[in-house]
């Protein structure tokens, strides 16, 4: 039996999953923390990873990384670390993305050039923050690499690190349509050339370990999630981690001068037309913790109270935003009175706040041409009954939860095994999904009661923003 091996390299954590390569079988696996922050030494993943795969690798034949998007990783001329990585979920880069959007022109231009419209979490508005603020990092800073990018170089012999197409497409210097890079974008947003990494094909071994382990390209880790759960065209996953993400699988490109649909590419040599939200099941935490109950008690609460939480409507913007675009916008709860001030509508509305989000995302990604046959739920709130019983009402779609598990890592290892393989596809590996109860309730006064208190916020954050 070939053994593979996926990582999932995310903000949170890293996890290692070692796989039976011909039928995904998880047959062991390894956990490491990070910390909390929203800039990390890059060294803490590696000492994460060492942690987490300590005793697995031994009869592994080939590995890849998943990593979380955006993640900026300056190196020097000697390939040593400049600063701490900035990650995808820091803000400070806010201003530059509005900069460099006013530069070139409006978000048409970026839209054309590189399939997405710059905010906060992109790589390219974390350089020109690196290029305005830190002149002195920025002058020793001569490549950018992300993440999954790094961790695959740290463990190769390779002597220049390599990328792939998916993770790629979230920096805003390289086009999923065209698979170059715009180093004249690059240029704009630093000041100057910088060193990038090569793009390798989706079924590439790029390198191999001392020890021998053939490393894949690796990818970003929705990409590699969509991989790991199999998704194909007519499926959107949708995601409720840390941050919530909605994607789909495309033969296509996409598209969106609103920015709201960012174009990237996948895993496999298609596309990935992603929504995402900063703020999803910790949405649910922080509702638990202002009711002083646990999860489980809060979705109790959340399932004693009805469609449209009696007129609570949650914006759940408890971190700023990404989509729509308000950095610095905070929660707001709207339709409060005597009547509806319960734990359990409060519950609700925490719920409900958390899916119309990405709900709106949904939408958005089937505007755009893609076909939407079902939701693939997944992520940690995806656990919670009350997410369950509410999910296909407010997304408007039928809904199949995957049994738990880590896909990010197991799609990494997926990836792993087609690069060993030297098929032409990827393994078909099998995921077992449970469907979530069909709605019977009606949805659209929630939905419309959330639409108009985002846009009415929308518009105040923009005449803030002009005063």
Known sequence: ?????????STQSTKVLICDAETGAVVRQGRAPHPDATEVAPAVWWDALRSASDGLLDDVQ?????????????????????????????????GAATDLIDELGGAQPWVDAVGVVP????????????????????????????????LTWKLSTNADPTTDRGDASGTGYWSAATGEYRHDLLRRAFGRELGVPEVKKPDAIVGHTPDGIALAAGTGDNMAAALGLGAGPGDVVVSLGTSGTVFA???????????YVAGFADATGRFLPLVCTLNAARVLTAAADLLGVDLDRLSELALASTPGAAGLTLLPYLDGERTPDLPDETGRLTGLTRANARPENLARAAVEGMLLGLADGLDAVRQHGVPV?????IGGAALSPAVRAVASGILGVPVDVPAPGEYVALGAARQAAWALSGAAEPPQWTVEAERAPEATEDYSGARDRYAQFRTGVQELSVRSNKS
């Open 373 to 377: 046959r079902r939701a693939l739920l």
């Open 62 to 94: 080939a590995l890849a990384v998943g990593g979380q998007q955006h993640g900026m990783v300056t190196l020097d001329a000697n390939g040593e670390v400049v600063r701490p990585a900035l990650l995808w979920n820091d803000t400070r880069s806010a």
């Open 1 to 9: 039996m070939a053994l593979v091996a996926g990582v999932d390299c």
């Open 249 to 259: 699988v495309s033969e296509s490109p996409t598209t969106d001068p609103s920015g």
């Open 119 to 150: 905010v906060a979490s992109f790589t390219v508005t974390k350089l020109r923050w690196l290029a305005a603020n830190e002149p002195d990092e920025a002058r020793r800073t001569e490549r950018v690499v992300l993440p999954h990018d790094w």
